[in-house]
Nanobody
Framework: QVQLIESGGGLVQPGGSLRLSCAAS????????MAWFRQAPGKEREFVAT??????DYADSVKGRFTISRDNAKNTAYLQMNSLKPEDTALYYC????????????????WGQGTQVTVSS
């Protein structure tokens, strides 16, 4: 069983930056693919980024602005978000699955409660 706790959300102006963290409990963290999804009001939950080893995979909407990383010694995944736009406003969820990284929501077994990111002037 894996429990995930997100942190780092908040209110930021357009063009600003935030770093989200996802702390995972449980063993063998390095064997789990980690991902970030987001859900804006009235919209479906959508893929943002995922990582298994060191290279991340990104949604086109965030490519070049967001960076996903992980620290296996700390059982923590991160999402560095730069050049934020109002359309990035959403509840951001951390997710984990045992095995390879995918961008499909239904592939992930474990989810955090979410952290709110609001981009507004």
């Amino acid at each position: 069983q894996v429990q995930l706790i997100e942190s780092g959300g908040g209110l930021v102006q357009p063009g600003g930056s935030l770093r989200l963290s996802c702390a995972a409990s449980g063993r063998a963290f390095s064997n789990y693919a980690m991902a970030w999804f987001r859900q804006a009001p009235g919209k479906e939950r959508e893929f943002v980024a995922t990582i298994m080893r060191s290279a991340g995979d990104y949604a086109d909407s965030v490519k070049g602005r967001f960076t996903i990383s992980r620290d296996n010694a700390k059982n923590t995944a991160y999402l560095q978000m730069n050049s934020l736009k109002p359309e990035d406003t959403a509840l951001y969820y951390c997710a984990a699955r045992y095995g390879i990284a995918t961008s499909r929501r239904q592939d992930y077994n474990y989810w955090g409660q979410g952290t709110q990111v609001t981009v507004s002037s």
